[in-house]
């Protein structure tokens, strides 16, 4: 028997303590990711608790803030599509943002008025508060509740929570249950009402053309970046075929309408013991109660029946006597609204005189904000334009500056304008200007009273990303498209059908740009986000702008080269869109951590900073720390 030799004797040894060493290492991160886990649970549980456990009891607005009965101050009808921590997603709040919303609707002297006040307002001619607020969420979110709770607890605010009955009757941890809903109820700060029986879309279409039919909610979320306007709610319509003919007679219209109220009704009764009195008809803005002639007195007949209010309109907020109480509107603010985007669509929907909120103390000196709102919030500065207008703040640094640098982060939606001026006028008859605009960089310079464009290119192309062709985008959209129903599908069998129709799609080709192919280029979305550093350079005659680190241009000679003021300015651009069928005409440029910098060509280590918005000392280590425990906390709560 071969005997091991001691080198063979160390080898072993030392492969077994490399094992004992990574066993100690594995054993250590479970042990600290279950502390951590369990931290997170613990979190959720105490949220939980306190939703269903309330210390305080909704406190009715004074007598003395009604309206005098001769004036009709009317209502506003605020909707949230939900709520949740961070607030990162396309259609839910951060829950400091929401705080941040109502707590100014409180200072401008808003109360929340209850389902009851507005039918007796209608119905009766009862006065309303002079600023009378109606608040909902929809939905029925869990995490809605949880954040939003404690919020309107602080600050006494009523709410009606709005749900689906489709799914009160199975599990699906999202929802609330009705139990939940009876514990809100009994806790006074809420009320209840529905957005239907269902949410689902039918004859859809994608951009390229190619029928999709009838689609949930989850196939909704896969594919929706492909899908343009052509697409309706489930109780708008006839379902129709590719060519946009019913595939549905009168009669079977009218019992898919029939079944969907009939159930609805069914299981509030069963499970609330009562119809809620607030219906919100999915979706808005048909100027009936349907896209269709036939459908809409369907739905109208339901509607009363069953409902004591309804809101048909969405895209302003305020509703007075002179509308119907089954044609009520509601605004839905977005979750990148900041809070000035609020308050700036209030104002100019009910027409009277809004504060809008100046922010952090610190810097407020430092501008002089001319034309719009701005706010200050830890190192950002943002400009709200007017609707349909434009903003604009000057630097008051009290120097002119003809060379130097300028840093910022660009964090506005990609529709609109976010624009910095420099060697400008004070009344800017003349200046240089470098703007982010629907997705392109442009270099703009004002001399003489004349406006020329000295630069423009897409961002795309800047940063080298490829831009697709059409044929490339519709292959993309058709794959997702049959990955979308092979992931919900039915069966294995339907699964394995629509993946395969997905490959086999893929491996089709698609003539790219290169080969002269026609690019993709779709009209941007009112809701597409962008975040762009640039860095701005000008001494002597030349200017340098790099975007993201990549060098867009190059000493390109500038005639206006006088020393000057810095100015930002943010502007709405029309030529956007929405995939709902209602626009925003108000726009937010967000500018984060913008910073001036001396020019005078040595390394920029030794280049003199002369205006920062950014956090300096321990200010800035408190910021970086509560910006790393908001990516941990994120990690977390998207992947445990």
């Given amino acids: 028997m071969k005997q091991d030799t001691p080198r063979e004797d160390l080898r072993a040894e030392i492969e077994k303590l490399g094992d004992d060493a990574f066993t100690r290492r594995k054993n250590r991160f479970k042990r600290i990711r279950t502390v951590l886990q369990f931290l997170v649970i613990a979190v959720c549980l105490a949220m939980l608790a306190d939703l269903f456990f309330h210390l305080k009891t909704y406190h009715p607005y004074d007598a003395s803030s009604l309206a005098d009965s001769s004036e009709d101050t009317g209502f506003i ?70 954040f939003a709770d404690t919020i309107m607890e602080r600050i006494n605010y009523k709410a009606t929570m709005m749900t689906y009955a489709g799914v009160l009757d199975y599990e699906d941890p999202k929802f609330l249950k009705p139990k939940e809903l009876r514990d809100m109820e009994e806790s006074s700060f809420w009320e209840m009402g529905t957005n239907g029986y269902r949410l689902e879309y039918i004859n859809v279409m994608d951009r390229y053309g190619n029928y999709i039919g009838e689609i949930n909610p989850l196939r909704y979320a896969m594919i929706h970046p492909y899908l343009g306007r052509h697409y309706n709610h489930y109780l708008m319509d006839y379902i129709r075929d590719k060519d946009g003919v019913p595939k549905e007679s009168y009669n079977h219209m009218k019992r898919r309408v029939d079944y969907d109220y009939e159930h609805l009704r069914d299981v509030y009764e069963a499970q609330l013991g009562y119809v809620p009195h607030t ?39 305020f509703n007075q006597r002179g509308s119907s109480i089954y044609d009520l509107t509601r605004m839905q603010p977005q979750p990148y609204w900041p809070v000035n985007h609020l308050l700036m669509r209030i104002k100019y929907d009910i027409n009277q005189p809004i504060s809008f909120k100046q922010g952090d103390d610190r810097h407020q000196q430092d501008w002089d904000n001319l034309k719009g ?8 500065y943002i400009l709200t334009t007017l609707p349909e207008g434009e903003a604009l703040s000057r630097l008051q640094s ?31 008859s003349r200046y240089d200007e470098v703007s982010l605009r629907n997705g392109d960089l442009v270099v703009t310079e004002k001399t003489g009273g004349a406006e020329r464009e000295l630069y423009r290119e897409k961002l795309a192309v800047i940063l080298g990303e490829k831009i697709q062709s059409k044929e490339e985008a519709k292959r993309e959209a058709e794959v997702k498209e049959n990955e979308a129903f092979a992931r919900y599908a039915d069966s294995p069998a339907e699964a394995k059908e629509y993946l395969s129709r997905a490959q086999t799609r893929q491996a089709q080709p698609a003539a790219s740009v290169d080969d002269g192919a026609e690019p993709d280029e779709a009209v941007t979305s009112f809701h597409a986000r962008s975040f762009h550093d640039i860095d701005i350079a000008f001494k002597d005659d030349y200017l340098t702008v790099t975007v993201d680190g990549k060098t867009a241009v190059d000493n390109i000679l500038l005639a206006n080269t006088q020393e000057g003021t810095v100015l930002l300015g943010a502007a709405w651009k029309a030529d956007a869109w929405s995939q709902r069928n209602l626009a925003d005409d108000v726009y937010d440029g967000v500018f984060n951590k913008f910073t001036v910098l001396s020019n005078t060509g040595k390394a920029e280590k030794d280049e003199k900073v002369l205006f920062t918005m950014q956090y300096t000392g321990l200010e800035y280590y408190e910021q970086r720390a509560k910006e790393l425990w908001e990516t941990i906390l994120k990690w977390f709560l998207t992947y445990l």
């Fill in 77 to 146: 009808a605020i909707s949230y599509f939900g709520v949740d921590r961070i607030g990162d997603s396309s259609t839910l709040i951060g829950k400091d943002l929401l705080e941040e919303h109502l707590q100014a609707l409180k200072d401008q002297g808003y109360v929340t008025i209850t389902q009851k006040d507005i039918e007796d307002y209608y119905q009766s001619g009862k006065p309303l508060p002079k600023r009378a607020l109606y608040l909902m969420f929809e939905d029925g979110r869990r995490d809605t509740a949880i």
């Fill in 279 to 317: 219906y919100v008809l999915m979706h808005s803005n048909t100027g009936r109660f349907g896209n269709n002639r036939d459908i809409s007195p369907v739905n109208e007949k339901w509607i009363r029946d069953l409902f004591v209010m309804n809101f048909n309109r969405e895209g302003y907020c």
């Fill in 373 to 380: 709102a701005a706010q200050i919030k830890a190192e950002k």
């Fill in 398 to 428: 009290g120097e002119d500056f003809r060379d130097a640098r300028i840093r910022t982060r660009l964090e506005g939606n990609a529709f609109g304008a976010q624009k910095i001026y420099f060697h400008a006028a004070n009344d800017l």
